[in-house]
């Protein structure tokens, strides 16, 4: 079945240091791809989207590109601030699927100033 | 600003009690999640819906839970008996394939 896989946790890097967080996925038809992040007590948040293959989603500094060739969706900002500290969730959704998103466990990500 | 809105945000209750939470999605938007998180287990799919009918339920409990949408503008979740292992956040959201899913705040659910 389809599947989202990601790096596991918990990353944690300097503030303005290049971020990268790996997503790598599983489906059987032509998914739409999505990266989530979730604060502390709160909901997860749509943070950016891509719904074909070499599509490009950014947001609030962060981008992250469909992949069909390697089935990935790696997320990436190049100067993180402490608060991008958050859990961030890679998620598909697959046609065949009648619109089900499926997350990924999800990467917690902290900061030091 | 369109919203999913989750009521309550917090319920503590006795194992054996009823609960239900309730949610109400995007106007607009044609899919319902319920999705329950914990430490343990991550984010979890409970149900969902397309144009109010259940689509997929696999991954809730048939004994105890229950999920309905008896309009477009109400989607709920019940638990009965409650136990203390229901102990979570159950997340609602809506949205489609395109547009992804759009989360509330989330019902945190204490059984003691």
């Known amino acids: 079945g389809d599947s989202v896989t990601q790096m596991e946790g918990p990353v944690t890097l300097s503030e303005e240091a290049f971020l990268t967080i790996n997503c790598t996925y599983t489906?059987?038809?032509?998914?739409?791809l999505f990266w989530y992040v979730q604060y502390p007590g709160e909901g997860l948040q749509l943070l950016l989207k891509?719904?074909?293959?070499?599509d490009k989603g950014s947001n609030k500094g962060f981008e992250a590109t469909y992949r069909k060739e390697t089935t990935s969706f790696h997320l990436e900002k190049g100067s993180v601030q402490v608060s991008d500290s958050a859990v961030y969730f890679c998620?598909?959704?697959?046609?065949?699927?009648?619109?089900?998103?499926?997350f990924g466990s999800g990467t917690r990500l902290s900061i030091r100033p | 600003d369109a919203r999913v809105t989750q009521t309550p945000r917090h319920k503590v209750t006795e194992m054996g009690q009823e609960v239900t939470m309730r949610c109400q999605p995007i106007?607009?938007?044609?899919?319902v999640f319920w999705y329950r998180q914990t430490m343990m287990q991550g984010l979890e799919l409970l149900a969902y819906?397309?144009?109010?009918?259940?689509?997929?339920d696999s991954g809730m409990p048939k004994d105890r839970f229950s999920a309905e949408m008896p309009d477009a503008t109400l989607a709920t979740l019940k638990i009965q008996p409650s136990e203390p292992r229901d102990s979570a956040v159950y997340f609602c959201?809506?949205?489609?394939?395109?547009?992804?899913?759009?989360f509330g705040q989330g019902t945190r659910l204490t059984v003691v």
């Open positions: 998620a598909l959704s697959d046609q065949d699927s009648a619109s089900k998103i499926i």
């Open positions: 891509a719904t074909k293959a070499d």
């Open positions: 959201a809506s949205g489609s394939r395109a547009v992804g899913a759009f």
């Open positions: 489906a059987t038809g032509y998914p739409s």
């Open positions: 819906f397309r144009n109010r009918a259940p689509l997929d």
């Open positions: 106007l607009g938007h044609n899919t």
